[in-house]
């Protein structure tokens, strides 16, 4: 049974910062790529940050410089460091495969990140 599970959202202050993680089981971790997405109230879901098995990131451009996606294959995990938050990134976040679709794994819980100005 694959699962996906996300950590570290909070709610923070205008400048901060938070790291999420996000662990898989049920899925070879290490042949994926895998993204950060994240969906606002009344908005659609957007991929946020992507990474590939070699760890190369690629980035939405309003995070760019901001945020940073890494991996740890060996722990079948990946984190996305966040800093210098603003409102906008207030949202529910979430990861999976990149690119989402069929077959790809159900959507977690998610972890809630709030910034406040």
């Known amino acids: 049974q694959v699962q996906l599970v996300e950590s570290g959202g909070g709610l923070v202050q205008a400048g901060e910062s938070l790291r999420l993680s996000c662990t898989a089981s049920?899925?070879?971790?290490?042949?994926?790529?895998m993204g950060w997405y994240r969906q606002a109230p009344g908005k659609q879901r957007e991929l946020v940050a992507s990474?590939?098995?070699?760890?190369?990131?690629n980035y939405l451009a309003s995070v760019k410089g901001r945020f940073t996606a890494s991996r740890d294959n060996a722990k079948n995990t990946m984190y996305l460091q966040m800093n210098s938050l603003k409102p906008e990134d207030t949202a529910l976040y979430h990861c999976?495969?990149?690119?989402?679709?069929?077959?790809?794994?159900?959507w977690g819980q998610g972890t809630q990140v709030t910034v406040s100005s």
């Open positions: 990474i590939t098995p070699g760890r190369m990131p």
């Open positions: 999976n495969k990149v690119p989402y679709g069929l077959g790809s794994p159900s």
């Open positions: 049920g899925i070879i971790f290490s042949r994926e790529r």
